[in-house]
């Protein structure tokens, strides 16, 4: 059973498209979240949600909404898509959000290639 | 300005050998300390932790140190395997709900 699951797995679209990506995890986690992995590599945060609300939001264009419909669910949806968005996006979650030694569980990870 | 840093991109080490694999952090107040393992088209997997009340954390065959006054922590994973071939990344965790990743290294054991 797969416990952090992204939905595409690939996935090639044209610039000014929109898109969205989906992450579902059956952890019972209350904590989910989206990280990109730009072409240096670099994993970044970019939201964080704690039982449906947004807690973090880094500096993440505003053509980048996340959407969480329940604990288990994190979207990422994607507005006027550029050649700047192609990398690699993973949701993860985690439990005990308020306490900081906590892991996070990755997703197989979104690989987004805008032409 | 990267808060978390692995300055070694890569690593090739013999089976059988001892990896060594190295992270320094540039934020003192930082406490928690992470390490995940990455195969090619697979998310982070968690591989083992570290708080700053410790120096020192084992599980199997991997050994993360930390020392807190140089800012500075590794992963040493004994005898090394050809499975452990991956990228290792470095994290740190300043605040709850986030996490802040070096940039990885990527790790080959070689016959």
């Known amino acids: 059973d797969t416990a952090v699951s992204q939905t595409p797995k690939y996935l090639v679209t044209q610039m000014g498209n929109d898109k969205s990506i989906k992450c579902e995890q059956n952890l019972g986690h209350d904590t989910m979240y989206w990280y990109k992995q730009d072409s240096k590599k670099f994993l970044k945060i970019m939201f964080s949600y704690n039982n449906k609300e947004l807690i973090i939001n880094e500096t993440v264009p505003n053509r980048f909404s996340p959407k969480s419909p329940d604990k288990a669910h994190l979207n990422l949806h994607i507005n006027s898509l550029e050649l700047g968005d192609s990398a690699v996006y993973f949701c993860?979650?985690?439990?005990?959000?308020?306490?900081?030694?906590?892991?996070?569980?990755f997703g197989q990870g979104t690989r987004l290639t805008v032409v | 300005d990267q808060q978390v840093k692995q300055n070694s991109p890569s690593l090739s080490v013999q089976e059988g050998r001892i990896s060594i694999l190295n992270c320094d952090y540039t934020n003192s107040m930082f406490d928690y300390f992470l390490w995940y393992k990455k195969y090619p088209a697979e998310g982070p997997t968690f591989l083992i932790s570290?708080?700053?009340?410790?120096d020192k954390n084992e599980d199997g065959r991997f050994t993360v140190f930390l020392n807190k006054s140089a800012k500075h922590l590794s992963l040493h994973i004994v005898p090394s395997q050809p499975g452990d071939s991956a990228v290792y990344f470095c994290a740190a965790i300043p605040l709850p709900n986030k996490l802040i990743f070096g940039a990885g290294t990527r790790l080959a054991v070689h016959p």
């Open positions: 993860a979650s985690s439990q005990d959000p308020g306490q900081v030694n906590t892991e996070a569980f």
């Open positions: 570290i708080s700053s009340i410790k």
